[in-house]
Nanobody, 118 residues
Framework: QVQVVESGGGLVQAGGSLRLSCAAS????????MGWYRQAPGKQREVVAT???????NYADSVKGRFTISRDKALRAVYLQMNSLQPEDTGVYYC????????????WGQGTHVTVSS
């Protein structure tokens, strides 16, 4: 059983920054696939950034150049540095961890709220 816990959300003004953290506890030693997703009010959940394998990263077009995903060396924690935040970045941010991939057997956190005021 794996528990995934996000932290770092909050209220910030447009142009500000936040750093989200996600940590796993449980029997799984490490995760080779990690990602951040978000769900804005009234919208579907979407991928924000992923980091897989040897460190290959991918970002949604809307966050490129503003957000940076990183992970710890033990592959049990993942972070999302968010700069130049905009009101459209508001939503619940979820962490997803997978042993091999971000497929159906990956684990989700409960989410952390991010609100960006204009």
């Amino acid at each position: 059983q794996v528990q995934v816990v996000e932290s770092g959300g909050g209220l910030v003004q447009a142009g500000g920054s936040l750093r989200l953290s996600c940590a796993a506890s449980g029997r799984i030693r490490s995760f080779n696939a990690m990602g951040w997703y978000r769900q804005a009010p009234g919208k579907q959940r979407e991928v924000v950034a992923t980091i897989v394998g040897g460190g290959i990263t991918n970002y949604a077009d809307s966050v490129k150049g503003r957000f940076t995903i990183s992970r710890d060396k033990a592959l049990r924690a993942v972070y999302l540095q968010m700069n130049s935040l905009q009101p459209e970045d508001t939503g619940v941010y979820y962490c997803r961890l997978g042993i091999r991939s971000l497929g159906d057997d990956s684990a989700w956190g409960q989410g952390t709220h991010v609100t960006v005021s204009s």
